[in-house]
């Protein structure tokens, strides 16, 4: 197998999933689809706080300093959210999802720019979209990112039942996002220690709990202002722990 194979795979079943889940959809009325989506922000939820686990894991508590395990969480979402404000990537992740709706000729009152935007943030976050990428491009094998596509694919047929083709097209996002971690195993290898991705687990663990919110319709956060906050834990906590 060539590097890359995972992360073709995991968009092949987000793609069929979603495409299953929108067939199905069709079928329903607007009060079920209603009831499928606040389902899908509590089961968000709760991916949420299994995310948050390393939180309290002593591999993160024993690697940084007394009283850093939250301020590195926090430092890393405040200067993420400043960055990703000044960029407005939440308005370009809107943008893109619109163009995409016209695009793909989807109704104006459709939830695909929701969809879109949704789905790309759940399927990119978590460990297994990057240590399942690196894995893959330094040809250590692909069964993270197996078990990655086997978890996407039903996510994406949930979420499309209430959601539509939005979902479908967060493949694409997804693909650019673990193409990038597969190049970048398959040239410098395993680059991350176990804190650090600890760190960036619960700081995705806080973006979904975001997209819960969302879609529970409780409060409209503007997650993908939050995406730097990403890249910059594994560095702000790789910091913490050299003082």
Same mark, same amino acid.
């Given at each position: 197998?060539?590097? /890359?194979?995972?992360?073709?795979?995991?968009? +092949?079943?987000?793609?069929? !999933?979603?495409? @299953?889940?929108?067939?199905?959809?069709?079928?329903?009325?607007?009060?079920?689809?209603?009831?499928?989506?606040?389902?899908?922000? +509590?089961?968000?939820? @709760?991916?949420?706080?299994?995310?948050?686990?390393?939180?309290? *894991?002593?591999?993160?508590?024993?690697?940084?300093?007394?009283?850093?395990?939250?301020?590195?969480?926090?430092?890393?979402?405040?200067? /993420?959210?400043?960055?990703?404000?000044?960029?407005?990537?939440?308005?370009?992740?809107?943008?893109?999802?619109?163009?995409?709706?016209?695009?793909?000729?989807?109704?104006?009152?459709?939830?695909? %720019?929701?969809?879109?935007?949704?789905?790309?943030?759940?399927?990119?976050?978590?460990?297994?979209?990057?240590?399942?990428?690196?894995?893959?491009?330094?040809?250590?094998?692909?069964?993270?990112?197996?078990?990655? *596509?086997? +978890?996407?694919?039903?996510?994406?047929?949930?979420?499309?039942?209430?959601?539509?083709?939005?979902?479908?097209?967060?493949?694409?996002?997804?693909?650019?996002?673990?193409?990038?971690?597969? %190049?970048?195993?398959?040239?410098? !290898?395993? &680059?991350?220690?176990?804190?650090?991705?600890?760190?960036?687990?619960?700081?995705?663990?806080?973006?979904? &709990?975001?997209?819960?919110?969302?879609?529970?319709?409780?409060?409209? %956060?503007?997650?993908?202002?939050?995406?730097?906050?990403?890249?910059?834990?594994?560095?702000?906590?790789?910091?913490?722990? *050299? +003082?």
């Amino acid at each position: 197998m060539f590097p /890359g194979v995972g992360t073709i795979i995991n968009i +092949l079943t987000i793609i069929s !999933g979603a495409s @299953l889940g929108v067939l199905v959809g069709n079928r329903m009325n607007t009060r079920t689809r209603t009831l499928l989506t606040d389902v899908l922000g +509590l089961v968000t939820l @709760l991916g949420a706080g299994s995310a948050l686990i390393p939180l309290w *894991s002593d591999r993160y508590i024993d690697a940084l300093p007394q009283g850093w395990t939250l301020l590195v969480v926090l430092g890393s979402l405040l200067i /993420g959210g400043l960055i990703g404000s000044a960029l407005k990537l939440e308005n370009r992740l809107d943008s893109l999802g619109e163009n995409l709706r016209i695009r793909f000729k989807a109704s104006s009152d459709s939830p695909f %720019v929701e969809g879109f935007v949704a789905a790309s943030l759940l399927f990119a976050i978590g460990p297994l979209a990057i240590l399942g990428s690196i894995s893959d491009g330094m040809g250590t094998g692909i069964d993270q990112l197996i078990l990655k *596509s086997t +978890l996407d694919f039903f996510a994406a047929m949930a979420f499309a039942t209430s959601l539509g083709w939005g979902v479908a097209v967060s493949a694409i996002p997804v693909g650019i996002y673990q193409a990038t971690w597969t %190049v970048i195993g398959f040239g410098l !290898g395993e &680059i991350l220690d176990g804190y650090q991705v600890d760190a960036m687990t619960i700081v995705g663990g806080i973006m979904l &709990i975001c997209i819960s919110f969302r879609l529970l319709n409780i409060k409209n %956060v503007a997650v993908g202002n939050l995406l730097p906050a990403l890249a910059i834990a594994p560095v702000f906590a790789l910091l913490a722990h *050299s +003082l």
